[in-house]
């Protein structure tokens, strides 16, 4: 068992993490989100993702995982050195340098890593780097298509962002988006057209096939929405066809954009195969609509209760995505779930808090300091009266924590970030056009927002 009874989050970090390195984290080893769209992977979603090599899958699909790249980040951790593209985990955990060693806040490296066997994490950091990985835990992306088109998204992501884009053009004058997130179709999120063989998709099938499914311990499709893949119904028909021959759990993100008759397929067409379902959001009602372009707030709540109530699902997990727009009804929106949670028990829905880097300008450190802290005085509130709820969870609780130490301390989204003047400039350049596209309305949608926003 990776953590031992009633060990804590710090306890097991000082055990299993703080002897091999300063900087060590399983995620680099045993965890790869892969775009095969794009032929891109990372080690998870906080490192900007960089090119497979097309020519090495050819000869070893396994490359779609084991890149140079990663290789080299795995032997600077093995020094306790610090790749740069774990900037997420070195900014939370540095926030924690500056206080009492006994209030140390925990970043995502530590439950990246206490998913892995004690083991295997020691055979990770003795085995040199050069070596090739079996992953265990994967999160894959065939394709972009999805029918939403949220506002911290963008056309590498969505075809419907890549819509917007189409027919009305870049978005203008944005100064802090440096990778012009806004300002084309990006093409090179999808290299290959549906009806061609994209090697990436096939690397991955072949892999699967030879040894992945023997390795693997969660497989998580992503997207795009991967409902609308059909590369995904060709995943659920193989551990359908397949039973007893891969004991890898498979899980779905998905927006939950639908009418109930496609999820009551997605249950149907994986009966017997243990499924978790990764949903998003993280605000309610016209806030989440605003938010999350493409949404029914109503469907969604009415989608969460019915794949509840089917109890079907090993878990349903709510990812929130911590933007600037969510945080005013973020409270609200956490309170709700763990409703849910008195409902139809602890472990049925779960949430996670991941913080929003990029684009910089919809970070929750843009609003104004008096914003910030107010949020930041409630969540703490709540974060009290859930800390002697039974029905939350450690982890939970601790993202919620660093959540509200992230609004009270840390000043800028990600280091090398425009100054806030700019940012803030920014984030009404772009919300004032998305509203022009979307049909949408800020003012109305945030009245609280109002008199600060008609400043900028
Ligand atoms: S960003 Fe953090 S969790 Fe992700 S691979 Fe790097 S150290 Fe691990």
Redesign the pocket.
């Known amino acids: 068992m990776p953590k031992i009874a009633n060990e804590s989050d710090l306890q097991y970090k000082r055990r299993v993490i703080d002897i091999k390195s300063s900087?060590f984290?399983g995620?680099?080893w045993y965890?790869a989100t892969i775009w095969l769209g794009s032929g891109q992977t990372t080690?998870?979603h906080?490192?900007l993702p960089h090119a497979i090599d097309v020519e090495a899958i050819k000869t070893n699909p396994s490359a779609i995982h084991n890149t140079l790249q990663k290789k080299a980040e795995r032997a600077m951790m093995q020094k306790g050195e610090r790749?740069s593209?774990?900037e997420?985990?070195w900014k939370i955990e540095d926030i924690a340098d500056q206080e009492d060693a006994s209030d140390e806040i925990i970043?995502?490296?530590v439950y990246?890593t206490v998913i892995y066997d004690d083991g295997d994490l020691d055979e990770a950091f003795n085995t040199s780097a050069e070596q090739d990985v079996n992953l265990q835990t994967l999160e894959i992306a065939f394709d972009r298509t999805c029918q939403f088109a949220c506002s911290y998204c963008n056309p590498a992501f969505s075809s419907t962002w890549v819509k917007d884009i189409r027919r009305n053009g870049g978005y203008t004058n944005l100064v802090s988006d440096g990778r012009n997130h806004f300002t084309h179709e990006h093409d090179s999120s999808q290299l290959y057209i549906i009806t061609d063989v994209n090697p990436y998709v096939e690397a991955f099938f072949k892999w699967w096939e030879t040894d992945l499914h023997k390795t693997l311990k969660e497989l998580r499709i992503t997207g795009g929405e991967p409902l609308m893949s059909g590369y995904t119904w060709r995943l659920i028909d193989w551990f359908q066809e397949n039973r007893g021959r891969s004991k890898t759990r498979l899980a779905i993100n998905s927006n939950l954009g639908f009418e109930q008759d496609k999820l009551e397929r997605l249950l149907d067409a994986t009966a017997g195969i243990e499924l978790d379902l990764y949903t998003s959001n993280e605000s309610i009602g016209r806030h989440a609509i605003y938010i999350r372009d493409g949404l029914d707030w109503d469907q969604w709540c009415s989608n969460v209760r019915y794949l509840l109530d089917s109890g079907k699902l090993r878990g349903l997990h709510v990812m929130c995505t911590i933007n600037a727009l969510c945080l005013l009804s973020l409270r609200e929106f956490l309170w709700n779930i763990v409703n849910l949670k008195r409902e139809y028990g602890r472990d049925a829905i779960n949430f996670s808090l991941n913080i929003l880097r990029f684009p910089s300008f919809q970070s929750p450190l843009i609003l104004p300091s008096e914003v910030r802290e107010k949020v930041a005085d409630e969540l703490a509130y709540s974060y009290n009266l859930m800390a002697d709820d039974v029905f939350c969870h450690e982890f939970e609780l601790n993202q919620l924590h660093r959540l509200i130490e992230y609004l009270r301390t840390v000043d800028s989204p990600h280091s090398g970030a425009v100054s806030r003047e700019i940012l803030q400039r920014d984030f009404k350049n772009f919300y004032e056009q998305y509203d022009q596209r979307r049909g949408k309305d800020f003012r109305y949608t945030f009245p609280e927002l109002k008199d600060w926003y008609d400043t900028l």
Request: glycine share 6%.
């Open positions: 900087s984290c995620a680099k965890n080690s998870c906080h490192p790749p593209g774990c997420y985990c970043s995502d490296r990246k």
